[in-house]
């Protein structure tokens, strides 16, 4: 199988990255080389296409398996398997962001809840348990935001994540609306101080 060379680069790259985001360079090149692909490949084209082992193909396939990264699909009279890409991007989004929440984010509120269950006794893990309870804090509002986005649309979801800064103004609206109508302050007090 001839790839073009933008396809090329793309696969390198991604190769590359994929070392950078936990995975090793032969699963990002197999899932790059899938996901601009035209028509879903059999492990047959993606080794001959990126000059890899059949066993290393295999394994990367089982490994974007796990992740739910790729689909398997099967050709009529052709009893190879077939694998492709989701079409939809945001798909892949949120496939990753549950996966790795699963794999990486679940665990350590696990680890957090038990270690915030404890009663320390040393001043040092006194402090600990306060700096945990900072991170634990953390991670569920990331996680509590991410099971909202996860349950938007696409649409939406672009949507969002273009209005970029305009989020932080209409925040900061709604901040000094909250502070003019304070108990004990008359709202007519702030119009005449803007103005």
């Known amino acids: 199988m001839n790839v073009p060379p933008l396809t090329q680069r793309f696969v390198m790259h991604f190769g590359e990255m994929g070392s950078r985001w936990g995975i090793n360079r032969t699963v990002g090149q197999i ?13 047959d084209e993606i080794a001959d296409a990126l000059s890899f082992s059949r066993s290393n193909v ?6 974007l398996s796990s992740w739910n990264l790729v689909r398997l699909n099967h050709l009529p009279n052709d009893r190879r398997e077939y694998f492709q890409a ?8 949120r496939t990753l ?7 990486e984010i679940d665990p350590t509120l696990s680890m957090l ?7 320390p006794q040393l001043e040092e893990d006194i402090h600990a348990q306060a700096r945990m309870k900072q991170m634990h804090d953390l991670i569920e509002l990331g996680t509590s935001w991410l099971d909202d986005v996860q349950k938007m649309d696409s649409a939406t979801l ?14 900061q609206v709604k901040e000094k609306v909250k502070q003019a109508f304070r108990p004990g302050k008359a709202p007519a007090d702030d119009v ?3 103005a």
């Open 192 to 194: 005449a101080g803007d």
């Open 97 to 103: 962001a549950a996966e790795r929440r699963k794999r």
């Open 58 to 63: 295999s394994m990367g396939l089982k490994e």
């Open 86 to 93: 989701p079409e939809d991007v945001w798909a892949i989004f």
């Open 113 to 119: 809840r038990d270690a915030l269950m404890e009663k």
């Open 158 to 171: 672009a949507s969002l994540l273009k209005m970029g800064a305009q989020v932080q103004k209409l925040l």
């Open 31 to 43: 899932y790059a080389l899938l996901f601009v692909s035209a028509k879903p490949l059999n492990a």
